[in-house]
């Protein structure tokens, strides 16, 4: 791509190393300003904005130059008199190389944010708003400093099926397909498989899209959403929780270190019990406590755990805890569930029993069940939303703006 005797292709950070010589740069025309004699382009790269300062018939060539179009300009580097941009390029020339629509169906220049389903029906052009788009690499760089951290505790990443012949988290929000004649579904979770991986590999940890059929509509829930998930044998719930909280802190100094601005938990996560929880929001054991509830009783604080759900309210695989009560935990922020896990059951005769008690056919999990005679672990495990936790990194209140194409049961495109 680069011409011969063309000057030195840079971008918008590397302008300050460049000073006294002439660039080349590519971008985008993000806005312009006209000041007098002189035309102010301001210009967008992936990296950031910069500004360029044409004189005489530049400032007419630019004139009809649709905002969001690519040009290359060429420019000697000075020191610049903005507060914002230390230094601009006095541009010899400039060429437009693809000319963007007159009418864009958002300005990403815009001080007034544009109503989020336009943004999301045209993302890429709402991700040359340098503010949209740190979402996106903050998401990035959660996703490896997330793997970095599991794999130095000795989890190994695995990929398992989406496409899967039994329901792991309950039957009602299932996508059915048809493969080749039989019914599947796609997967709600790894729950089995993370579980069965345990036996040889010991600790695992995936990180994937799955389905739910859901048809409700919150800022909270979209039908396919990424999930952050790990299974360790030989640990018990405070050993799961221990980790998930560990993580979490984690995620918040390595992105600091990075440069986002956060405010970090240095606090312990505090532990309620769901009785706790019951007993101060004068909700009646059994019942699930709902979006109201759990946002009043999680108004005034930042993340913490409730404990010892009943045995009633969490999956068929979750290890009891005497009668009543079981070994599961759910991660909250505010009034969000972020993450919920647990001990699970690593007996085969207790599984089939508490299929039965969910109203399940331990025929149709026989694949699944066989497992569990073969010297299956004690182990535990749990899952964290991570939409949900990108809307508490990034400050954001709709999950919808921290996922890039966003599918919920009304959008289905782009
Ligand atoms: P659960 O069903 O609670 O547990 O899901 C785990 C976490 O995933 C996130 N989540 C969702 N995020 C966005 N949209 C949705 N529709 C949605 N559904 C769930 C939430 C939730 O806390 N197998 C267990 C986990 C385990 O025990 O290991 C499970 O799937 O943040």
Redesign the pocket.
């Known amino acids: 791509m680069k011409k011969e005797n063309s000057p030195r292709r840079v971008q918008s950070p590397e302008l300050g190393e460049n000073e006294g010589k002439t660039v080349e740069l590519h971008g985008w025309v993000h806005d312009v300003r006209v000041l007098g004699k002189l035309t102010f382009l301001i210009m967008g790269d992936p990296y950031g904005y910069y500004q360029a300062v044409l004189k005489g018939e530049l400032v007419e060539k630019v004139s009809n130059v649709p905002r969001q179009s690519y040009v290359v300009l060429r420019g000697k580097v000075v020191k610049s008199r903005s507060k914002i941009n230390p230094y601009e390029v006095q541009v010899d020339s400039l060429e437009v190389v693809n000319e963007a629509d007159k009418v864009l169906p958002l300005d990403p220049a815009s001080k007034v944010e544009s109503e989020l389903m336009t943004r999301v029906n045209n993302r890429p052009l709402d991700l040359r708003n340098a503010e949209e788009r740190k979402i996106f690499l903050m998401r990035a760089d959660t996703l490896k400093v997330t793997r970095e951290f599991l794999s130095q505790k000795k989890f190994i990443e695995v990929d398992t099926p989406k496409i899967i012949a039994t329901a792991?988290?309950g039957g009602a929000e299932l996508f059915k397909v048809d493969y080749f004649g039989r019914p599947a579904y796609l997967a709600?979770?790894?729950?089995l498989y993370?579980e069965e991986l345990v036996l040889a590999l010991g600790r695992v940890f995936e990180i994937a899209h799955?389905f739910?059929a859901?048809k409700s509509n919150t800022v909270?829930?979209?039908?396919e959403?990424t999930?952050i998930?790990?299974?360790s044998a030989m640990m018990l719930k405070q050993d799961v929780m221990g980790i998930l909280e560990e993580l979490i802190k984690h995620i918040y100094s390595s992105l600091k270190s990075m440069g986002y601005q956060l405010e970090a938990p240095n606090y312990s996560f505090p532990v309620y019990t769901y009785e706790e929880v019951c007993k101060s929001t004068g909700v009646k054991f059994g019942e699930d406590l709902t979006t109201d509830v759990l946002n009043e009783f999680g108004k005034d604080k930042g993340f913490y755990f409730i404990i010892e759900w009943p045995l009633s309210l969490k999956?068929f695989y979750?290890m009891p805890k005497g009668d009543k009560l079981s070994e599961?935990f759910?991660?909250m922020y505010k009034g969000l569930?972020?993450?919920?896990?647990?001990q699970r059951i690593h007996r085969y005769d207790l599984l089939v029993e508490r299929l039965k008690a969910n109203n399940l056919d331990p025929e149709s999990f026989s694949e699944h069940l066989k497992v569990y005679r073969w010297g299956m672990p004690i182990h535990s495990?749990?899952?964290?939303?991570f939409?949900?936790?990108m809307m508490v990194l990034s400050g954001r209140s709709n999950?919808r703006e921290v996922v890039l194409y966003p599918r919920d049961s009304r959008h289905l495109a782009p």
């Open positions: 792991s988290e709600q979770s790894p729950q993370k799955y739910r859901e909270k829930h979209l039908n959403f999930s998930d790990i299974e999956p979750t599961s759910d991660l569930e972020l993450a919920s896990g647990g495990g749990w899952g964290l939303g939409d949900r936790l999950i």
